[in-house]
Every structure is written in structure tokens, then in C-alpha cells.
């Protein structure tokens, strides 16, 4: 199918049968919006038998929840977790993979409780999201396996609370950061805890990639090492949905061997997938966010219950708003029922609206990632996806939480104004016909485990043999960390050098710190931001919103972390306009082609906010305001490429035009990375310039945005072909004539998107396939010598 949408607002106005999901499905895919569907057949059970060795009482409460016998997929991983392999369960969203964890670590938890402890076994469960340990904690309290004692341990845990925790629970539920920042460096008050340790269970193990995923990975080991002090081994169970080769994640993440379970025994309903294009308005695309939002009404306005994805907090905020709004004119009964879910909300406001959800409340949810994980919300008619979350994996996983009752499920991805959004449309086979991605994470990254390794010398001192558990930099690492005075040699081993902890100066997902967003009157605390995003979000004059509440930052302090606002609705936005520069540190690969020139290797990026621009709903600039905000630099890995000035006049380039060629092609190549690597377009950064100092050349660079790289550039430069390949076909096929967000223009473009040549960077482009010996279609200009 293809053709333009027409807006879909009107659709409030049409009625469809209520909860009638294969008719629905059948009118949405019926508009002229719809460029592609895909139907997913539905998946039949394969059931087994409860394995013998199920502690009786536990048996009696799975039988009674009605559970009579498992999945084949839930055996097999039960079966091997009881024999004492590590084992990763990768089978579908909603395909029951907390029974192949829970059945043999509760089995152990009762048979232990005849021991003079009461504790001959523990658990502990980890988690990326405070609300999937909260789920998974109100799961095993629901079964009340008589004698069991399930505790969460988190940052919200009350201090009085601990120790009991510490000293009497069978079951812990917990996220890294906890284990990272107080179970590990207070391992001693754990040691009865630690000595029973019988398994480890690491749920959702695909969110564990890049630098956070690096991080994550020194943390378990460390994690070994304290529970082999006790004398403890325990067995790890890890558990997802969407991991391309299960075994060698989990290896790389845990250190160890791993044993995959992938043959999913649970059934599903049919999923009908629709990609969905925006109205073209003007030069550009109708707003994903405000389709979805039209959508998200329309299918509430049926008694469907829905949730829709955005890409980004103030995208989420506007897709509610607007949802209910359209509600409030047509069904107003219904306004109340629609809300965002985002992260930065206070934990109360988070567990309310998942609550709500639960319930039917709430018939449609606009959020962020956040809800994407195992969080069990089931009956979900229908997803919709505002824009491409960045990864194939998170697609399936959003998709996956509509249907998770087994009836048909709708899943509508509505495409951004964005390359890759653009690529996707007219190249279905790129979603349906490709694996999720590689998910990409380096235990040995230097920036990442010297850290570690202090950390670890802090709870015990490091040995040599220890050293083996993290990889062949640890001793370089070590060695580097004895230097600077932070460990100190002795016969034995390392030793922490220092007074304080350096588990407080580490922070697992790449900030510091947090920003308070505060109201100016009441002192109200609303939400968080990471103070890495503070600069750009919440700087003096931003618009900020807050569960559809407008207001203005009338200061960013960052001494104090705070951002203090007023509310109330300007009627325009901000944004935020930065200066970037980068230094070439050293090349690890290269290599030449004659006029081109690929690099892989370390980079030192120099980015400063300067000021905003305000802007009203249409567009238009209204004002333009400086900033001075301190700058901000970050040593990280990149891919960089270099044309010779002969290369880009033989393409019709000349030198006036090849600062605008080189931007736009830098553009594009962000927004297409995520085709052949692991990265959102906000994991990574560009710069590019027509005369580099490092090379003395015409020079484009897409580095990882995170310290010390996360493997997203290093991907893309493995698959540099496939990579410009892609991104050259989005541009040219764009139907636009400037340069659109389609194409060429950034949403997170620090100048303005200023100067852009979509013409000149498709015959940059051209010229680098072409010196790769790739072909060129449609050709637009002669070939480089």
C-alpha cells in the first residue's frame, strides 16, 4: 500500500465496533496512511510437566493460581537452572519466563528452610526498572508460598528496613545501582545473606548493552567474587525477550559459560502490524506525536485500550495532552481516561498510573520507554509507536505488550520525520525480515572497569587471580590506578588507597547526578532530569512539561542541581543551540581508498550550549537568546571518514557548498546508524567540518555519546558499506527538495540545522560508495578518480 495520510483527527468522529479488534485492525490498515502490513500468525502451546523435584508446597500454590502445567520453554530452563547451569530464556514478551527463575529458586528457598538458619538458600533478583521489581515482588507475595519472605531493596527502601531485610529475607529484589552502591560495599552486614546465595536472577538482560551494559558487567563479577568470599556459587538465570544471540550476551554480561533456552512453548494471538505515514504538510511530515495522539483518541473513543510510544519525555507529554484534548470535544467522559508515564516522575505517581492500567482505568498510556520492559500489564488491545524507538529489539519489545491475553493485537508503528523512519517505510523487509540487533557490550572498556576495580579493592583486596575474573585490561587498569595513588601494593594483592568510597564517585548509567526540577512558590520537587540532558532541557527560559502542565525555567543552578520553574504556557517551545568541536586522539583502524579515508579509534568531542531559540507551534523563530553555560567534554570512541576536496569536485561538490554536504551527510548517517547498530539516535553525536586540523581534509565524524565509547560507532565502522549505502537511499528517495527532517535536518542539531545541502551530501555520498566499489543508484554525477 502507499499513498499520503490524510489527517487522522477525523477518525474520533467514526464508529467501530467496541473491542473488536480484528475489525478495527481491518479499517485502520484500510486508510491511505498505511504503507505496509505485516500479519504475524498466531503461536501454538507446547506444554510439559511439572519436574519432580518442585517442592511440594510450591506445587500446591501453582496448581492453585491455576497454573497445570508449564511451557516447554519454562521446563527446559527450570531443568537446567535445578542441575546448577547458568541459563539465558529468550522467548517472547509475555511467554512466562519468570516461572523458568522462580519455580527452581522458591524449590531451593523451602527446601532451605529446615536449616538452623531458616536461610539454606537465597535469592537474588535483579532488575533494570524500580518497577519491575516491584512487579515481580507483588507476583511471588500474590502465590504466598507459606514460609517465603520477599523483600525489594532499592534506593526508596526505609533505612529501618534494611536490616531486616539483610538479615531475614529469602527473596531480594534489587537493580544494579542498589548492588553497585550498597549491597556490595556493605557485603559484610550481608554475609549470612551472601553464604546461603543460590541464585541469581538477571531479568531483561538486553537493556544491559553499551556503556551501562559494560558497567553492569563489572558489577556481577563483582558480585562473584563477594559471594565466592562466603563461599557461596550461585547459579544465573538471565531472561529476555529480544537478544540476538542469547548465549554470548549472557556470557559476556555474567563472565561464564551459558546455556540458551530460545523455542518458546507459550501461545499468542495473530498481531497485525501496520507502518503508518504521516500526512505530508507542506515540506514535511505531519507530526508522529500528534498522529499517535489522533490515533491513541480514536482507539480509546472504542472502548480499546492502548498504549503509545514516544521517543522522548516532551514527546510523551504532548501526546497525552493532545489525546485528551480531542477526547474532551468528543468524549469527555473519556478525557480522564488517557494519562503519561514517563521517567523523572516520582515513584508514587509511577505505581498509581500502572496500577490504574491494570485496572482499566486508564484506557490510554502515552509513554516513554519506560513502560517497555516486563512490567505485567496484560489485555492491551493495540500499541502504537511514535517514531523508531532506535532498535529493532525495542520495537518487538513495545509491539509485544498488546495481545498478552492471547486475543488478536493491533501494533501501528507511525513513522517521524527522521531518515531511518523515512528508510523504513518504503523498506518493510528491514523490520520484518532482519534479526534484532547485536546487542553490544565491552566488560574490558578501560573508562569503565578501572573504577570497578577500585571499587572492588574497597569491599576486598584485589589478588592477582581476581584479576583473571575481569579480563585482560584489569592488571594495565590496576597498575594505572596504583600510579595515581587511588590503590596501593602490597605482597598480598591491591589495597583502597583512600578515606571514602569510591562506589559513591561511579554512577552505572553514564550521569553524575540528577537535576531537581523545582516549582518556584511551593518548592515543590515535580521530577528529575539527568544532569548530562540539564544543559539542553532545562536551561534558563526552557519550556518544560509535566503530565501535560506547562512551564518555565526561570533558573538552572548547577551548584546546587536545581532547576526552579513557574508554570504557565508561553505558547512557545525551546530549543536548546550548542558548538561542538572534536580532536582525532588516535586511529586503532584504518583504512585508505584512494580519495576516502575510514577511521575507527578515540576522539575528544567539546560541546558548549550557547543559547535557544523559541519558536512557535508552526515553526517559526520568534527569538533567539544566549546562554553561558559551562562546556562540556567527553573522550569516546568514533568512526570518521575523510573525501579529498578532488573526490567532492569530481561530484560536482565545489568548496562553497562542502561545509553543507558534509552536515547534512552527517545528519543522515546519525539517523540511519541504529540500521546496523545497537544505538538510538540519541546515544550518538556528529560533527563534521570541510577542513579538519588532524587530517588536513573534508572531514565527517559520528561518535557514541557516552565516556569512553559503548560500540555503536565501532559497529557502524564494521559495516561502513551497508551503512552509506542505507543512508544515501533515504536521501535520495526523499521526496523532498531542500532537505527535511525525512532526510537531513536533526532534531537535536546544535546549529540550527544550519548549513544543510541535501543535493551536494547525496553526491558526497555517492562518491564514498562509489570508492567503495558499492553501487550507486540513482547515479547523481560523475565518478571520482
Request: overall charge negative.
Amino acid at each position: 500500500m502507499s499513498g499520503n495520510a490524510h489527517p487522522p483527527a477525523e477518525m474520533a468522529g467514526q464508529v467501530l465496533p467496541a473491542k473488536d479488534l480484528p475489525t478495527a485492525a481491518d479499517w485502520l490498515t484500510a486508510q491511505p496512511a498505511v504503507r505496509h502490513v505485516e500479519s504475524l500468525p498466531a503461536r501454538v502451546a507446547h506444554t510439559s510437566s511439572w519436574p519432580h523435584w518442585v517442592h511440594p508446597a510450591l506445587l500446591a500454590t501453582l496448581l492453585g493460581e491455576g497454573l497445570a502445567a508449564p511451557w516447554s520453554h519454562q521446563r527446559e530452563a527450570m531443568d537446567l537452572a535445578r542441575s546448577g547451569h547458568h541459563v539465558v530464556l529468550s522467548t517472547g514478551t509475555a511467554s512466562g519466563k519468570s516461572l523458568g527463575y522462580l519455580v527452581p529458586g522458591l524449590s531451593a528457598v523451602l527446601e532451605g528452610l529446615d536449616a538452623p538458619t531458616g536461610r539454606g538458600a537465597t535469592v537474588l533478583y535483579l532488575s533494570p526498572t524500580k518497577a519491575l521489581a516491584a512487579d515481580q515482588r507483588a507476583r511471588v507475595e500474590s502465590w504466598a508460598v507459606p514460609g517465603v519472605r520477599v523483600a525489594t531493596h532499592d534506593g526508596d527502601t526505609p533505612t529501618e528496613e534494611r536490616r531486616w531485610i539483610r538479615d531475614h529475607a529469602h527473596v531480594v529484589l534489587t537493580n544494579p545501582d542498589s548492588l553497585h552502591h550498597s549491597v556490595l560495599p556493605g557485603h559484610a552486614h550481608w554475609r549470612a545473606f551472601f553464604r546461603a546465595l543460590t541464585m541469581v536472577v538477571v531479568d531483561e538482560c538486553h537493556t544491559y548493552r553499551g556503556v551501562f551494559g559494560s558497567h553492569v558487567a563489572a558489577v556481577l563479577r563483582r558480585l562473584r567474587r563477594i559471594a565466592a568470599r562466603y563461599g557461596a556459587h550461585p547459579t544465573f538465570v538471565l531472561a529476555s525477550a529480544t537478544v540476538s544471540d542469547p548465549a554470548e550476551h549472557a556470557s559476556r554480561l555474567i563472565g561464564m559459560p551459558v546455556a540458551p533456552v530460545t523455542v518458546d512453548g507459550s501461545p499468542r494471538g495473530p498481531v497485525t502490524f501496520a507502518l503508518w505515514e504521516p500526512a505530508m504538510l507542506e515540506d514535511r511530515r505531519r507530526s508522529a506525536t500528534t498522529e499517535a495522539a489522533d490515533l491513541l483518541a480514536a482507539l480509546v473513543a472504542r472502548d480499546t485500550q492502548v498504549v503509545a510510544f514516544a521517543r522522548s519525555r516532551a514527546g510523551v507529554e504532548a501526546l497525552a495532552s493532545r489525546a485528551r484534548g480531542l477526547l474532551a470535544d468528543r468524549a469527555p467522559h473519556l478525557e480522564a481516561s488517557v494519562a503519561a508515564y514517563r521517567g523523572g516522575y516520582l515513584p508514587e505517581e509511577r505505581r498509581a498510573l500502572e496500577r490504574d492500567l491494570r485496572t482499566g482505568a486508564l484506557m490510554g498510556l502515552a509513554a516513554t520507554n519506560a513502560l517497555e520492559l516486563g512490567v505485567d500489564i496484560s489485555g492491551l488491545d493495540a500499541v502504537l509507536i511514535a517514531g523508531w524507538p532506535g532498535r529493532r529489539a525495542s520495537l518487538w519489545q513495545q509491539a509485544g505488550r498488546a495481545g498478552r491475553s492471547g486475543q488478536p493485537a493491533l501494533a501501528v508503528f507511525v513513522a517521524a520525520d527522521d531518515p531511518l523512519d523515512s528508510f523504513l517505510l518504503g523498506h518493510p523487509e528491514a523490520i520484518f525480515g532482519a534479526p534484532v540487533e547485536a546487542t553490544v557490550l565491552d566488560p574490558s572498556n578501560r573508562h569503565v572497569l578501572a573504577p570497578h576495580l577500585a571499587a572492588a579493592a574497597a569491599e576486598l583486596p584485589l589478588t592477582p587471580p581476581d584479576l583473571e575474573m575481569f579480563g585482560p585490561t584489569a592488571r594495565a587498569c590496576v597498575d594505572s590506578l596504583v600510579a595515581g595513588g587511588i590503590l596501593r601494593r602490597r605482597p598480598d594483592g591491591w589495597y583502597w588507597a583512600r578515606d571514602d568510597r569510591p562506589a559513591d564517585h561511579l554512577s552505572l548509567r553514564g550521569t553524575d547526578a540528577v537535576v531537581a526540577i523545582a516549582e518556584r512558590h511551593t518548592g515543590r520537587i515535580l521530577g528529575t532530569i539527568d544532569a548530562s540532558a540539564a544543559h539542553t532541557q532545562v536551561h534558563t527560559g526552557a519550556v518544560h512539561v509535566h503530565q501535560g502542565r506547562t512551564h518555565v525555567v526561570t533558573e538552572l543552578d548547577l551548584e546546587t542541581a536545581t532547576a526552579t520553574v513557574m508554570p504557565g504556557d508561553p505558547g512557545w517551545t525551546t530549543h536548546a543551540q550548542s558548538h561542538s568541536d572534536f580532536q582525532l586522539l588516535g586511529a586503532e583502524r584504518s583504512a585508505s581508498l584512494g580519495a576516502l579515508g575510514v577511521h575507527f579509534g578515540t576522539v575528544r568531542v567539546t560541546t558548549q550550549v550557547t543559547g535557544f531559540l523559541r519558536r512557535l507551534p508552526g515553526g517559526e523563530v520568534i527569538g533567539q537568546h544566549d546562554l553561558d553555560l559551562p562546556e562540556r567534554s567527553l573522550v569516546t570512541r568514533g568512526v570518521w571518514w575523510t573525501l579529498t576536496p578532488a573526490a567532492l569536485a569530481y561530484r560536482g561538490i565545489d568548496e562553497a557548498a562542502v561545509p553543507g554536504a558534509l552536515h547534512a551527510a552527517e545528519h543522515a548517517a546519525i539517523g540511519l546508524l541504529p540500521l546496523v547498530a545497537t544505538s538510538d539516535r540519541w546515544d550518538v553525536g556528529g560533527v563534521s567540518t570541510d577542513r579538519h586540523p588532524d587530517t588536513g581534509l573534508p572531514t565527517v565524524l559520528v561518535y557514541d555519546g557516552h565516556p569512553g565509547g559503548a560500540g555503536f560507532a565501532e559497529q557502524g565502522h564494521a559495516r561502513f558499506g551497508d551503512w552509506i549505502a542505507a543512508t544515501h537511499a533515504a536521501v535520495s528517495e526523499c521526496r523532498c527538495v531542500a532537505g527535511c527532517p525525512a532526510c537531513v535536518q536533526s532534531p537535536k542539531c546544535g546549529n540550527g540545522n544550519e548549513p544543510l545541502d541535501k543535493a551536494a551530501a547525496i553526491s558526497a555520498l555517492a562518491a564514498v560508495l562509489d570508492l567503495l566499489g558499492r553501487p550507486v543508484s540513482p547515479r547523481s554525477g560523475p565518478e571520482p578518480h
